[in-house]
C-alpha cells in the first residue's frame, strides 16, 4: 500500500457556527476557529474539515449555498478564510472544506434566473435544475409529478407559478437539486472547486455525494427513495471530479453516503478508481433504532442499543475495504446525536462511558474524525421546548409525528434524543457566560451544563476525558505503524455488552476490552491467546481468560511480536 499523509493525521470536525465567536455576535466563525488552532493542534489534531463557509441564507446552516465563491457574512470575508488558511500553515495543519454538489439555495443566481422565464438567460439555467410537469388526479386537479419524500420530511417537489412547472428538492424546499447531466453546470462547479483549491484548501468533504444522479423516468413512488439515492451515474460525475481536480492537486476526499453496497463502498475508495480518498458510512450511528411507538419511525424511533450492531458494522467495513482502500472511523457528526448520550451513559457514568468510548473507536485502524467537543464529552440538550430547536428538519418532522398520532411528549422526546441539533450547541470552553463560545446571545442555547463540562475543567485534570482524548488521539499518530495500518479482529462480535478487538500491528498487537453497559459484565476470552499481552491503558485489571468489567470499564493491553 502506497502511504499517503492523510492516512496519519488525525481530523476534527468543526461545526462552524457553534465553535467558537470571535467578534462576539453570537455566531461562531472563521476566526474564531483560527483562534483556537493550537488548541487542536495541542490535543492531537492535525486536520480540521469546516462545515460549509459559503454566502447563505443557512435555511440549513450553510448547506444551502447562495453564493459558492464568497464567504457567509456570518463567518467572515475571504481575508479570514485567507488568515485561516495562513495560520493552518504555520502550525503545519491542514484544512478541508465542505463541498456541497447537491444542490444550491433557492436564493442562488442560478436558480433565481432557472425560474425565471423573462430573464434573457433563462434557457440556459433552467437546465442546471430538475423540473417536471404536473399531474392531474381523479378530479382533474394539479398534483406532484411523484410522491417522493425529502429527507427532510416534507414532499421533494415545489411549485413554480412563473414556469408552471415542479423543480425537485430532495432536502429542504430552499435547497433546488442540481441536474449533474448539464454539461454547463458540471463545468461551473468545476471552477468553483478550482477556485478553492487555489485558496489553499488540501481538500473537501463532499456532500451527500450519493444523490447527484436521479432517475429521469421519475416513476411514483413512496417514499422513492431509490430514484434519488446511489444511482449508478453518481460514480461518473465523482470520477470525472476526481481525475480532473482531487487527484492532480494532491487532496483529501471524504465522500459522505450512506448505505453503500460492497461493491458501491470498493469503487468510493477503492485505490484505483478515482473516486474518493475516505467514505463517511453511517451502518454504526444507528445501533438503537427501533420501532416502538407506531407514529415514530426510522431515525427517529429508539429502542434498547444492540452493541453488536456497531461491531458488525465496522467489521463490515473493514471486510470490504481490504487492502484495496482505506477505513474511516468517527463515533458521530453534526447530524447525529452526541455520543455519550448515545451510547454512554449521561448520568451515573458520564466521564466513565465517554473514556470508554473513546478507547474503543480509536484504537481501532484507520483515518479517524473527531467532532467539536466530543473530546469533553459534550452531551445531548435537554431542552423542553420545541421552540429552542433550530434545525429546519425538527419542524417538519415533529408536525409529521403529530400527525401520526404522537403525543407531544414523545414527539418531543424523540426529538430531544434524536435531533441534529444536539451536536449542534456551542462548543463549551469554559465556565464563562455561554460557556466561552460567546459574549451575545449564541443562535443556538447553549446546553444548560457548560459550567462542569467544559474544556478549561478538564485541561489540568491528568485523567479527564480531554487528557484522555489527547493522549490516545497522539498515540494514535506515533504508533501509526501498528495501530492506524493495523489489521482488526473483533472478539465475541454477537456480544451485546461488551466490545473486544484485537488489532494486529506490524510490531505490536493491541488488545482492547470494554464494557458498553451500565452494569458489570463477564467476558470470556478462552479463544484467544493471551501470551504476552502486557497492561497498557484504561482501567488496571490484569488480563485473565475470564474478566469480570465494571461498568463502562474498558482496558487496552498491548504486546511485542516475537
Ligand atoms: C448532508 C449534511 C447535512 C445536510 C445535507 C444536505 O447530509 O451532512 O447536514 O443537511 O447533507 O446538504
Ligand atoms: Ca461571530
Redesign the pocket.
Known amino acids: 500500500m502506497q502511504k499517503k499523509w492523510w492516512m496519519t493525521t488525525n481530523i476534527y470536525q468543526i461545526y462552524l457556527r457553534s465553535f467558537n465567536d470571535s467578534n462576539n455576535d453570537g455566531i461562531g466563525d472563521l476566526l474564531g476557529v483560527a483562534e483556537k488552532l493550537s488548541y487542536l493542534k495541542s490535543i492531537g489534531i492535525e486536520t480540521i474539515w469546516i462545515s460549509p463557509h459559503y454566502d447563505s441564507p443557512m435555511d ?2 450553510g ?1 444551502d449555498v447562495r453564493d459558492f465563491y464568497s464567504v457567509s457574512s456570518d463567518y467572515g470575508d475571504i481575508k479570514s478564510f485567507k488568515q485561516l488558511i495562513e495560520k493552518a500553515r504555520e502550525l503545519d495543519m491542514k484544512v478541508l472544506v465542505d463541498l ?1 454538489l ?2 444550491t439555495s433557492d436564493e442562488h443566481e442560478w436558480f433565481k434566473i432557472a425560474k425565471d422565464p423573462t430573464h434573457p438567460l433563462h434557457h440556459k439555467y433552467h437546465d442546471y435544475y430538475i423540473w417536471q410537469k404536473g399531474k392531474r388526479d381523479a378530479d382533474g386537479l394539479m398534483i406532484r409529478p411523484t410522491r417522493w419524500i425529502s ?1 427532510f420530511g416534507g414532499p421533494t417537489w415545489d411549485y413554480n407559478e412563473a414556469t408552471d412547472e415542479y423543480y425537485l428538492h430532495i ?1 429542504s424546499k430552499k ?1 433546488p437539486d442540481l441536474n449533474w447531466r448539464n454539461e454547463d453546470m458540471k463545468n461551473d462547479m468545476k471552477k468553483i472547486i478550482k477556485y478553492w483549491i487555489d485558496l489553499g484548501i488540501d481538500g473537501f468533504r463532499v ?2 455525494a450519493n444523490h447527484l444522479e436521479k432517475n429521469w423516468d421519475f416513476p411514483d413512488g413512496l417514499p422513492g427513495y431509490e430514484n434519488f439515492s446511489s444511482l449508478p451515474k453518481h460514480h461518473e460525475y465523482i470520477k470525472e471530479l476526481a481525475l480532473e481536480l482531487f487527484e492532480p492537486y494532491n487532496l483529501l476526499t471524504l465522500g ?1 453516503s450512506g448505505g453503500a453496497t460492497k461493491e458501491e463502498v470498493r469503487k468510493y475508495v477503492g485505490f484505483n478508481s478515482h473516486e474518493f480518498n475516505l467514505l463517511i458510512h453511517f451502518g454504526h450511528c444507528w445501533a438503537d433504532t427501533g420501532y416502538t411507538e407506531p407514529a415514530i419511525t426510522g431515525k427517529w424511533s429508539k429502542t434498547e442499543l444492540r452493541v453488536t450492531d456497531i461491531k458488525k458494522s465496522y467489521d463490515h467495513q473493514y471486510q470490504v475495504v481490504g487492502n484495496e482502500g482505506f477505513n474511516l472511523i468517527y463515533w458521530h ?3 447525529q446525536p452526541r455520543v455519550v448520550s448515545h451510547y454512554g451513559n449521561t448520568e451515573k457514568y458520564w466521564e466513565k462511558s465517554a473514556k470508554m468510548l473513546a478507547m474503543t473507536l480509536y484504537f481501532m485502524p484507520g483515518t479517524a474524525i473527531v467532532y467539536q467537543g466530543e473530546e469533553i464529552g459534550m452531551t445531548n440538550v435537554l431542552y423542553d421546548d420545541i421552540s429552542d430547536f433550530r434545525d429546519v ?1 425538527v419542524f417538519t418532522e415533529y408536525n409529521n409525528m403529530l400527525n401520526n398520532g404522537a403525543t407531544k411528549e414523545k414527539a418531543l422526546q424523540a426529538i430531544v434524543d434524536r435531533s ?1 441539533d444536539n451536536a449542534r450547541t456551542p462548543m463549551q470552553w469554559n465556565s464563562s457566560i455561554n460557556g466561552g463560545f460567546s459574549k451575545a446571545e449564541p443562535w443556538i442555547k447553549t446546553n444548560y451544563n457548560y459550567k462542569t463540562i467544559n474544556v478549561e475543567n478538564q485541561e489540568y485534570d491528568e485523567n479527564s476525558i480531554l487528557n484522555t482524548y489527547r493522549f490516545i488521539l497522539k498515540h494514535r499518530i506515533a504508533d501509526a505503524k501498528n495501530i492506524v495500518f493495523g489489521k482488526i479482529e473483533f472478539i465475541n462480535i454477537d456480544d451485546n455488552e461488551s466490545y473486544c478487538y484485537i488489532n494486529k500491528g506490524k510490531d505490536k498487537d493491541y488488545l482492547l476490552i470494554a464494557n458498553f453497559r451500565d452494569y458489570e459484565i463477564e467476558i470470556s476470552l478462552k479463544d484467544v491467546s493471551l501470551r504476552g499481552f502486557e497492561y497498557f491503558y484504561g482501567d488496571r485489571v490484569s488480563l485473565k481468560e475470564t474478566m469480570n468489567l465494571k461498568p463502562y470499564e474498558a482496558i487496552l493491553y498491548r504486546r511485542n511480536k516475537a
Open positions: 440549513d446552516n448547506y456541497v447537491n444542490h429527507w432536502f435547497m456532500d451527500a459522505e457528526n453534526h447530524d428538519e441534529r
